[in-house]
Protein backbone atom coordinates (compact mmCIF):
# COMPACT_ATOMS: atom_id res chain seq x y z
CA UNK A 1 0.00 0.00 0.00
CA UNK A 2 0.62 3.82 -0.49
CA UNK A 3 2.24 6.18 1.48
CA UNK A 4 0.69 9.33 1.34
CA UNK A 5 -0.68 12.72 3.78
CA UNK A 6 -3.96 14.49 5.02
CA UNK A 7 -5.27 17.14 6.62
CA UNK A 8 -3.39 15.58 10.05
CA UNK A 9 0.30 16.39 8.60
CA UNK A 10 2.21 13.30 8.39
CA UNK A 11 -0.31 10.88 9.08
CA UNK A 12 -0.18 7.73 6.93
CA UNK A 13 -2.52 7.08 4.49
CA UNK A 14 -3.24 3.60 3.45
CA UNK A 15 -0.62 2.44 5.36
CA UNK A 16 0.46 -1.16 7.37
CA UNK A 17 2.74 -0.11 9.98
CA UNK A 18 4.87 -3.12 11.66
CA UNK A 19 5.06 -2.92 15.34
CA UNK A 20 3.24 -2.55 18.38
CA UNK A 21 -0.09 -1.14 18.60
CA UNK A 22 0.37 1.19 21.23
CA UNK A 23 3.60 2.25 20.18
CA UNK A 24 2.31 2.62 16.84
CA UNK A 25 -0.58 4.87 18.11
CA UNK A 26 1.46 7.16 20.35
CA UNK A 27 3.83 7.89 17.35
CA UNK A 28 0.64 8.96 15.10
CA UNK A 29 -0.73 12.38 15.36
CA UNK A 30 -3.05 13.51 17.96
CA UNK A 31 -7.08 13.37 17.25
CA UNK A 32 -6.20 12.37 13.31
CA UNK A 33 -8.39 9.03 12.93
CA UNK A 34 -12.37 9.31 12.74
CA UNK A 35 -13.02 5.91 13.79
CA UNK A 36 -11.02 2.85 15.14
CA UNK A 37 -12.11 -1.05 14.39
CA UNK A 38 -10.64 -3.21 16.80
CA UNK A 39 -9.91 -7.07 16.85
CA UNK A 40 -8.15 -7.51 19.68
CA UNK A 41 -6.81 -10.88 21.33
CA UNK A 42 -9.60 -12.53 22.62
CA UNK A 43 -6.97 -14.26 25.31
CA UNK A 44 -9.14 -17.88 25.11
CA UNK A 45 -8.81 -19.89 27.99
CA UNK A 46 -8.86 -23.37 26.38
CA UNK A 47 -7.88 -26.44 28.41
CA UNK A 48 -6.02 -28.67 25.57
CA UNK A 49 -6.77 -29.61 22.62
CA UNK A 50 -9.78 -29.07 21.12
CA UNK A 51 -10.99 -32.31 19.10
CA UNK A 52 -13.92 -33.43 16.90
CA UNK A 53 -15.85 -36.86 17.71
CA UNK A 54 -13.78 -38.42 14.68
CA UNK A 55 -10.76 -37.23 16.96
CA UNK A 56 -9.47 -35.16 14.39
CA UNK A 57 -8.20 -31.73 15.26
CA UNK A 58 -9.76 -28.40 15.37
CA UNK A 59 -7.76 -25.22 14.13
CA UNK A 60 -8.00 -22.85 17.49
CA UNK A 61 -6.37 -20.07 18.16
CA UNK A 62 -3.20 -21.27 20.06
CA UNK A 63 -0.89 -17.93 18.51
CA UNK A 64 1.35 -16.59 21.19
CA UNK A 65 -0.36 -13.33 19.77
CA UNK A 66 -3.62 -14.25 21.97
CA UNK A 67 -1.55 -15.51 25.46
CA UNK A 68 -1.32 -13.49 28.54
CA UNK A 69 -0.08 -14.68 32.40
CA UNK A 70 -3.36 -13.37 33.75
CA UNK A 71 -6.85 -11.43 34.12
CA UNK A 72 -4.74 -8.94 35.14
CA UNK A 73 -1.43 -8.56 32.71
CA UNK A 74 -4.58 -8.89 29.53
CA UNK A 75 -6.47 -5.68 31.74
CA UNK A 76 -3.55 -3.99 31.88
CA UNK A 77 -2.89 -4.06 28.13
CA UNK A 78 -6.35 -3.27 27.49
CA UNK A 79 -5.73 0.46 29.20
CA UNK A 80 -2.52 1.17 27.46
CA UNK A 81 -4.07 -0.01 23.73
CA UNK A 82 -7.43 1.67 24.55
CA UNK A 83 -5.67 4.99 25.41
CA UNK A 84 -3.69 5.32 22.68
CA UNK A 85 -6.72 5.00 20.90
CA UNK A 86 -8.60 7.48 22.78
CA UNK A 87 -5.54 10.01 22.04
CA UNK A 88 -5.35 9.31 18.32
CA UNK A 89 -9.68 10.11 17.92
CA UNK A 90 -11.34 12.91 16.51
CA UNK A 91 -13.42 14.73 18.96
CA UNK A 92 -16.20 13.35 16.58
CA UNK A 93 -14.28 10.01 16.74
CA UNK A 94 -15.73 6.71 17.40
CA UNK A 95 -14.37 2.92 18.38
CA UNK A 96 -15.72 0.05 17.70
CA UNK A 97 -14.11 -3.32 19.19
CA UNK A 98 -15.27 -7.31 18.88
CA UNK A 99 -14.80 -9.87 21.39
CA UNK A 100 -15.77 -12.64 22.88
CA UNK A 101 -16.81 -14.09 26.30
CA UNK A 102 -13.64 -14.66 26.79
CA UNK A 103 -12.51 -10.88 26.89
CA UNK A 104 -15.21 -8.79 25.77
CA UNK A 105 -16.98 -8.04 29.28
CA UNK A 106 -13.57 -6.58 30.11
CA UNK A 107 -12.70 -4.65 27.55
CA UNK A 108 -16.30 -3.20 27.75
CA UNK A 109 -15.50 -1.69 31.61
CA UNK A 110 -12.38 -0.44 30.25
CA UNK A 111 -14.03 1.01 27.84
CA UNK A 112 -16.26 2.93 30.18
CA UNK A 113 -13.55 3.60 33.31
CA UNK A 114 -11.39 5.91 30.55
CA UNK A 115 -14.22 7.92 29.54
CA UNK A 116 -15.65 6.28 26.49
CA UNK A 117 -19.63 6.05 25.82
CA UNK A 118 -21.14 3.25 24.79
CA UNK A 119 -23.51 3.51 21.95
CA UNK A 120 -24.57 -0.10 21.58
CA UNK A 121 -23.14 -3.72 21.87
CA UNK A 122 -24.13 -5.34 18.19
CA UNK A 123 -24.97 -8.99 18.21
CA UNK A 124 -22.89 -10.30 15.17
CA UNK A 125 -24.67 -13.90 15.01
CA UNK A 126 -23.35 -16.37 12.94
CA UNK A 127 -25.48 -18.03 10.46
CA UNK A 128 -22.94 -21.23 10.14
CA UNK A 129 -20.92 -21.64 13.52
CA UNK A 130 -18.98 -23.96 14.36
CA UNK A 131 -20.55 -26.57 16.02
CA UNK A 132 -19.49 -27.64 20.44
CA UNK A 133 -17.99 -30.88 19.72
CA UNK A 134 -17.60 -31.85 23.39
CA UNK A 135 -21.25 -31.21 23.83
CA UNK A 136 -20.36 -29.87 27.11
CA UNK A 137 -21.84 -26.11 26.44
CA UNK A 138 -24.02 -24.10 24.43
CA UNK A 139 -22.65 -24.12 20.73
CA UNK A 140 -20.55 -20.33 20.38
CA UNK A 141 -22.72 -19.22 17.85
CA UNK A 142 -22.33 -15.39 18.19
CA UNK A 143 -19.88 -12.34 19.00
CA UNK A 144 -19.88 -8.91 20.44
CA UNK A 145 -18.94 -6.13 19.30
CA UNK A 146 -19.00 -2.83 21.27
CA UNK A 147 -19.43 0.64 19.60
CA UNK A 148 -18.91 3.93 21.50
CA UNK A 149 -17.95 7.63 20.93
CA UNK A 150 -14.71 8.84 22.28
CA UNK A 151 -16.17 10.84 25.02
CA UNK A 152 -19.41 10.73 27.37
CA UNK A 153 -20.91 14.50 26.03
CA UNK A 154 -19.96 14.05 22.51
CA UNK A 155 -22.18 16.13 20.39
CA UNK A 156 -21.26 14.91 17.16
CA UNK A 157 -20.44 11.83 15.52
CA UNK A 158 -20.93 9.47 12.37
CA UNK A 159 -24.39 7.24 12.52
CA UNK A 160 -25.58 6.68 8.82
CA UNK A 161 -29.15 5.97 9.98
CA UNK A 162 -30.93 6.08 6.43
CA UNK A 163 -28.16 4.06 4.74
CA UNK A 164 -28.70 1.03 7.42
CA UNK A 165 -32.80 1.59 7.02
CA UNK A 166 -31.90 1.22 2.91
CA UNK A 167 -29.27 -1.70 3.66
CA UNK A 168 -32.13 -3.78 5.66
CA UNK A 169 -34.86 -2.89 3.23
CA UNK A 170 -36.26 0.02 4.81
CA UNK A 171 -36.59 -1.42 7.95
CA UNK A 172 -34.62 -0.14 11.16
CA UNK A 173 -31.22 -1.76 11.29
CA UNK A 174 -31.14 -3.81 14.56
CA UNK A 175 -28.63 -4.50 16.89
CA UNK A 176 -28.43 -8.33 16.06
CA UNK A 177 -27.03 -8.94 12.80
CA UNK A 178 -26.60 -12.38 10.71
CA UNK A 179 -23.83 -12.72 9.30
CA UNK A 180 -21.77 -16.03 8.28
CA UNK A 181 -18.45 -16.56 9.29
CA UNK A 182 -15.42 -16.68 6.79
CA UNK A 183 -16.08 -19.75 4.10
CA UNK A 184 -15.14 -20.86 0.76
CA UNK A 185 -13.44 -18.41 -1.40
CA UNK A 186 -13.27 -15.70 1.17
CA UNK A 187 -11.09 -17.42 3.80
CA UNK A 188 -7.52 -16.71 3.17
CA UNK A 189 -5.50 -19.38 3.16
CA UNK A 190 -1.23 -19.93 3.41
CA UNK A 191 1.04 -21.14 1.46
CA UNK A 192 0.71 -24.51 2.71
CA UNK A 193 -2.83 -24.36 2.16
CA UNK A 194 -4.32 -23.80 6.13
CA UNK A 195 -5.75 -20.94 7.04
CA UNK A 196 -3.53 -17.91 6.94
CA UNK A 197 -5.19 -16.25 10.09
CA UNK A 198 -7.59 -18.08 12.77
CA UNK A 199 -9.75 -15.59 13.33
CA UNK A 200 -10.22 -13.87 9.83
CA UNK A 201 -13.46 -11.83 10.15
CA UNK A 202 -16.18 -11.51 7.08
CA UNK A 203 -16.23 -8.51 4.70
CA UNK A 204 -19.41 -8.01 4.92
CA UNK A 205 -19.49 -7.10 8.66
CA UNK A 206 -16.75 -4.81 7.94
CA UNK A 207 -18.85 -3.16 5.41
CA UNK A 208 -21.99 -2.97 7.32
CA UNK A 209 -19.77 -1.29 10.21
CA UNK A 210 -17.56 1.28 7.84
CA UNK A 211 -20.77 2.17 6.02
CA UNK A 212 -22.99 2.64 9.01
CA UNK A 213 -20.35 4.91 11.65
CA UNK A 214 -17.87 6.18 8.72
CA UNK A 215 -18.11 8.82 5.67
CA UNK A 216 -16.13 8.42 2.11
CA UNK A 217 -12.78 10.05 2.79
CA UNK A 218 -12.68 8.98 6.65
CA UNK A 219 -9.72 7.36 8.07
CA UNK A 220 -9.76 4.12 9.33
CA UNK A 221 -7.24 2.46 12.00
CA UNK A 222 -7.44 -0.79 12.62
CA UNK A 223 -4.64 -1.57 15.36
CA UNK A 224 -4.63 -5.27 14.93
CA UNK A 225 -4.89 -5.66 11.53
CA UNK A 226 -3.83 -9.20 10.85
CA UNK A 227 -4.96 -10.14 7.29
CA UNK A 228 -6.44 -6.60 6.42
CA UNK A 229 -9.90 -7.22 6.28
CA UNK A 230 -10.65 -3.67 7.38
CA UNK A 231 -8.12 -2.41 4.68
CA UNK A 232 -10.05 -4.39 2.07
CA UNK A 233 -13.77 -2.74 2.74
CA UNK A 234 -11.74 0.90 3.43
CA UNK A 235 -10.60 0.82 -0.09
CA UNK A 236 -13.76 -0.41 -1.49
CA UNK A 237 -16.11 2.05 -0.10
CA UNK A 238 -13.54 4.75 -0.71
CA UNK A 239 -12.16 5.08 3.01
CA UNK A 240 -8.46 6.27 4.08
CA UNK A 241 -7.08 2.98 6.28
CA UNK A 242 -4.12 2.41 8.90
CA UNK A 243 -3.45 -0.92 9.55
CA UNK A 244 -1.10 -1.89 12.58
CA UNK A 245 0.05 -5.42 12.75
CA UNK A 246 3.37 -7.32 14.40
CA UNK A 247 3.46 -10.41 12.66
CA UNK A 248 5.18 -10.81 8.84
CA UNK A 249 3.01 -13.58 7.55
CA UNK A 250 0.00 -11.41 8.10
CA UNK A 251 1.46 -8.04 6.40
CA UNK A 252 2.47 -9.80 3.57
CA UNK A 253 -0.93 -11.91 2.96
CA UNK A 254 -2.77 -8.38 3.99
CA UNK A 255 -0.47 -6.25 1.26
CA UNK A 256 -1.39 -8.80 -1.13
CA UNK A 257 -5.19 -8.81 -0.42
CA UNK A 258 -5.48 -5.16 -0.51
CA UNK A 259 -3.63 -4.68 -4.02
CA UNK A 260 -6.28 -6.47 -5.51
CA UNK A 261 -9.10 -4.78 -4.43
CA UNK A 262 -10.66 -1.78 -6.70
CA UNK A 263 -11.89 1.23 -5.14
CA UNK A 264 -15.78 2.03 -6.09
CA UNK A 265 -16.64 5.35 -8.02
CA UNK A 266 -17.44 8.46 -5.79
CA UNK A 267 -20.99 8.19 -7.32
CA UNK A 268 -21.28 4.60 -6.50
CA UNK A 269 -20.12 6.07 -2.57
CA UNK A 270 -22.87 7.95 -2.29
CA UNK A 271 -25.67 7.06 0.35
CA UNK A 272 -29.33 7.18 1.14
CA UNK A 273 -29.03 10.14 4.20
CA UNK A 274 -31.77 11.85 6.48
CA UNK A 275 -33.99 14.86 5.46
CA UNK A 276 -33.03 16.40 8.94
CA UNK A 277 -29.27 16.47 7.25
CA UNK A 278 -30.73 18.33 4.27
CA UNK A 279 -29.97 22.77 4.02
CA UNK A 280 -33.03 24.36 5.13
CA UNK A 281 -34.64 26.06 2.61
CA UNK A 282 -37.60 28.71 3.91
CA UNK A 283 -40.42 29.33 1.57
CA UNK A 284 -39.66 33.19 1.61
CA UNK A 285 -36.49 32.21 -0.66
CA UNK A 286 -38.50 30.62 -2.95
CA UNK A 287 -39.83 33.54 -3.36
CA UNK A 288 -37.47 36.14 -3.60
CA UNK A 289 -35.71 33.92 -5.76
CA UNK A 290 -38.61 34.92 -8.30
CA UNK A 291 -39.32 30.93 -8.45
CA UNK A 292 -42.91 31.26 -6.94
CA UNK A 293 -44.34 35.13 -7.99
CA UNK A 294 -46.77 37.06 -4.85
CA UNK A 295 -50.09 36.77 -5.27
CA UNK A 296 -49.70 33.34 -6.59
CA UNK A 297 -52.69 31.30 -5.42
CA UNK A 298 -51.36 28.26 -4.07
CA UNK A 299 -54.52 24.83 -3.57
CA UNK A 300 -53.62 21.41 -2.43
CA UNK A 301 -54.21 18.61 -5.13
CA UNK A 302 -57.90 18.34 -5.01
CA UNK A 303 -58.38 21.62 -4.83
CA UNK A 304 -60.25 21.93 -2.23
CA UNK A 305 -58.31 24.97 -0.32
CA UNK A 306 -56.44 27.86 -1.69
CA UNK A 307 -54.48 30.77 -0.16
CA UNK A 308 -52.31 33.63 -2.13
CA UNK A 309 -48.61 33.84 -1.57
CA UNK A 310 -47.33 37.51 -0.46
CA UNK A 311 -44.25 39.35 -0.71
CA UNK A 312 -42.70 38.12 2.48
CA UNK A 313 -43.02 34.25 1.76
CA UNK A 314 -46.57 33.77 4.11
CA UNK A 315 -49.92 32.39 2.95
CA UNK A 316 -53.22 34.54 3.43
CA UNK A 317 -56.38 32.79 3.33
CA UNK A 318 -60.06 34.01 3.81
CA UNK A 319 -59.37 34.34 7.35
CA UNK A 320 -55.89 33.71 8.68
CA UNK A 321 -52.56 34.40 7.52
CA UNK A 322 -49.24 32.46 8.68
CA UNK A 323 -46.56 30.45 7.03
CA UNK A 324 -46.81 27.36 4.59
CA UNK A 325 -46.88 24.87 7.56
CA UNK A 326 -49.94 26.86 9.50
CA UNK A 327 -51.63 27.39 6.62
CA UNK A 328 -51.70 24.19 5.20
CA UNK A 329 -53.15 23.02 9.10
CA UNK A 330 -55.65 25.77 9.59
CA UNK A 331 -57.44 24.82 6.50
CA UNK A 332 -57.81 21.27 7.39
CA UNK A 333 -58.56 21.74 11.04
CA UNK A 334 -55.33 20.43 11.88
CA UNK A 335 -52.34 20.71 14.43
CA UNK A 336 -49.64 19.94 11.71
CA UNK A 337 -48.75 19.82 8.19
CA UNK A 338 -46.07 19.73 6.25
CA UNK A 339 -46.81 22.60 3.43
CA UNK A 340 -43.92 22.17 1.51
CA UNK A 341 -46.11 18.64 0.11
CA UNK A 342 -49.59 20.33 0.70
CA UNK A 343 -49.36 23.27 -1.01
CA UNK A 344 -49.15 23.18 -4.80
CA UNK A 345 -48.44 25.36 -7.48
CA UNK A 346 -49.70 25.60 -11.39
CA UNK A 347 -47.00 24.74 -14.03
CA UNK A 348 -47.14 23.60 -17.71
CA UNK A 349 -50.78 23.45 -17.18
CA UNK A 350 -50.48 20.63 -14.12
CA UNK A 351 -50.71 21.03 -10.44
CA UNK A 352 -47.09 20.50 -9.05
CA UNK A 353 -46.16 20.64 -5.16
CA UNK A 354 -43.63 23.64 -4.34
CA UNK A 355 -41.58 20.70 -2.72
CA UNK A 356 -40.37 20.33 -6.06
CA UNK A 357 -38.72 24.57 -5.97
CA UNK A 358 -37.22 23.62 -2.26
CA UNK A 359 -35.08 20.95 -4.57
CA UNK A 360 -34.13 22.95 -7.14
CA UNK A 361 -32.60 25.55 -4.64
CA UNK A 362 -31.16 22.74 -2.52
CA UNK A 363 -29.03 21.62 -5.92
CA UNK A 364 -27.98 25.16 -6.22
CA UNK A 365 -26.48 25.37 -2.81
CA UNK A 366 -25.11 21.90 -3.56
CA UNK A 367 -23.17 22.52 -6.26
CA UNK A 368 -22.13 26.11 -5.21
Not at 63 to 72: L, N, P, V
Not at 116 to 144: L, Q, Y
Not at 172 to 182: A, E, G, T
Not at 253 to 271: G, T
Request: aromatic share 8%.
Amino acid sequence: MGRGTNAAGNLPNEKIIQGDCIEAMNALPEKSVDLIFADPPYNLQLGGELTRPDQSKVDAVTDDWDKFDSFATYDKFTREWLKASKRVLKDTGAIWVIGSYHNIFRVGASLQDLGFWIMNDVIWRKSNPMPNFRGTRFTNAHETMIWATRDEDQKKYTFNYDAMKALNDDLQMRSDWVLPICTGGERLKDEDGDKAHPTQKPEALLHRILLATTNAGDTVLDPFFGTGTTGAVAKKLGRKVIGIERETKYIKVAKARISKVLPSSPEDLQVTTSKKAEVRVPFGSIVERGLIEPGTILTDPMRRHAARVRADGSLVCRDATGSIHKIGAHVQGLDACNGWTYWHFKTDGKLKPIDILRQKVRAEMGSA
